[in-house]
């Protein structure tokens, strides 16, 4: 059973940094695109980052020069950067990755969430 574990969430004021972790756990072939979205509160869950297993990387335009993704595939993990922080940041944070479990198309798996708050 795959099971996606995130960490790294908490308050933190505007300007500050914090940095998220997702490793991915349980038995599996290989891990494809690992990503990154959000959620606040009345908002529609939105893609923040992702990044292939060969690093390409993707930013949201609301992100891009704050944020930043990479990866450890020795370690199964992903980690999203967050620098300056800004209140609109604000949200649940959930990790996804596409998962080959058998030869078969790759399964998309998601983290619980972790809650990152950005005080003004």
């Known amino acids: 059973q795959v099971h996606l574990v995130e960490s790294g969430g908490g308050l933190v004021q505007a300007g500050g940094s914090l940095r998220l972790s997702c490793e991915v756990s349980g038995q599996h072939r290989r891990i494809d695109a690992m990503g990154w979205y959000r959620q606040a509160p009345g908002v529609r869950r939105e893609l923040v980052a992702s990044i292939t297993s060969g690093g390409m990387m993707h930013l949201a335009d609301s992100v891009r020069g704050r944020f930043t993704i990479d990866r450890d595939n020795a370690k199964n993990t992903a980690y999203l950067q967050m620098n300056r922080l800004k209140p609109g940041d604000t949200g649940v944070y959930y990790c996804?990755?596409?998962?080959?479990?058998?030869?078969?198309?790759?399964?998309?798996?998601w983290g619980q969430g972790t809650q990152v708050t950005v005080s003004s």
């Open positions: 996804t990755a596409q998962v080959y479990v058998s030869d078969d198309d790759p399964l998309s798996y």
